[in-house]
T-cell receptor, first 113, second 115 residues
Framework: AQSVAQPEDQVNVAEGNPLTVKCTYSVSGNPYLFWYVQYPNRGLQFLLK??????LVKGSYGFEAEFNKSQTSFHLKKPSALVSDSALYFC???????????FGGGTRLMVKP | EAEVAQSPRYKITEKSQAVAFWCDPI?????LYWYRQILGQGPELLVQFQDESVVDDSQLPKDRFSAERLKGVDSTLKIQPAELGDSAMYLC?????????????FGPGTRLLVL
């Protein structure tokens, strides 16, 4: 069964510092990988996705993610964190049209001034 | 920018009552999804529609939950009777088609509290 893991419940980073939110996925074919962000009492907002091609994917709000097949990871990164980036981040995986989009448990990002 | 609309945003009900949630997907999106998100967890798929047809409802508790998308546009999710454990955020999402690489766009959600 497809699955995705976010090993950190919370990540704390100072404003202006680089941030990384980790995500690993189970191996089963070629995955489609997604990152979403959720602000309090809001739905999920799409940030970026990996389909195929370049392993470094650039998305909204300056975020990027690197697909690493050997480590089965898809970590979310940003060179310089903003206080407004503080939110809940979800990684998700899907293998083909017949399978559901499976979400990780989420990582809360706290950016302190 | 087109968005997925959901109503109501918040719903408080007593157990054993019936509740209904409404979703209007982005115009032209053939695929519609209902998710349940328990506080502190990731969303879990309840049901997926392709146009007016259900293509996956394997995770839908069919004894109390029902969903429909009669004209292949907007959709309604119903719970009858509601139980305490149904308290959660109910999210609707849509995508242009059902392909694995398609991006799903989410609405703001309906937060349900069952007392």
């Amino acid at each position: 069964a497809q699955s995705v893991a976010q090993p950190e419940d919370q990540v704390n980073v100072a404003e202006g510092n680089p941030l990384t939110v980790k995500c690993t996925y189970s191996v089963s074919g070629n995955p489609y990988l997604f990152w979403y962000v959720q602000y309090p009492n809001r739905g999920l907002q799409f940030l970026l996705k990996y389909i195929t091609g370049d392993n470094l994917v650039k998305g909204s709000y300056g975020f990027e993610a690197e697909f690493n097949k050997s480590q089965t990871s898809f970590h979310l990164k940003k060179p310089s964190a903003l206080v407004s980036d503080s939110a809940l981040y979800f990684c998700a995986v899907r293998y083909n049209a017949g399978n559901m989009l499976t979400f990780g448990g989420g990582t809360r990002l706290m950016v302190k001034p | 920018e087109a968005e997925v609309a959901q109503s109501p945003r918040y719903k408080i009900t007593e157990k054993s009552q019936a509740v209904a949630f409404w979703c209007d997907p982005i115009s032209g999106h053939a695929t519609l999804y209902w998710y349940r998100q328990i506080l502190g967890q990731g969303p879990e798929l309840l049901v997926q529609f392709q146009d007016e047809s259900v293509v996956d409802d394997s995770q839908l508790p069919k004894d109390r939950f029902s969903a429909e998308r009669l004209k292949g546009v907007d959709s309604t999710l119903k719970i009858q009777p509601a139980e305490l454990g149904d308290s959660a955020m109910y999210l609707c999402a849509s995508s242009l088609r059902a392909g694995g690489q398609e991006t799903q766009y989410f609405g703001p959600g309906t937060r349900l509290l069952v007392l």
